[in-house]
């Protein structure tokens, strides 16, 4: 079992910027994969960024829509990812969802709403 606790989300003016972050329970080194998600009213949930690959070194992918604005961190020693978000746009206002992927089963957070006014 795999526990998330998110943190960061909130209200931002497009342009600016926002961090989430993500502690997972136990070592992230146990895990095949790392991330967020999100999910925009009456849209299905998607991928944001990930770092998969974790035991061998890790590999970050990032959504077209967000390459070049987002950036994904990880910290070994906090069992911490975390998603800084800049030149946010209105577009990108969602619910995020942390996940972790352990032994092939997906965990996810609670989730954070992140809401960019224009």
């Known amino acids: 079992q795999v526990q998330l606790v998110e943190s960061g989300g909130g209200l931002v003016q497009a342009g600016g910027s926002l961090r989430l972050s993500c502690a997972a329970s136990g070592s992230i080194g146990s895990l095949n994969a790392m991330g967020w998600y999100r999910q925009a009213p009456g849209k299905q949930r998607e991928l944001v960024a990930r770092i998969t690959r974790i035991t061998s070194g890790g590999i970050t992918n990032y959504a077209d829509s967000v390459k070049g604005r987002f950036t994904l961190f990880r910290d070994n020693a906090k069992s911490t990812v975390s998603l800084q978000m800049n030149s946010l746009k209105p577009e990108d206002t969602a619910v995020y969802y942390c996940?972790?992927?352990?032994?092939?089963?997906?965990?996810w957070g609670q989730g954070t709403q992140v809401t960019v006014s224009s």
């Open positions: 996940n972790a992927v352990r032994f092939w089963v997906d965990y």
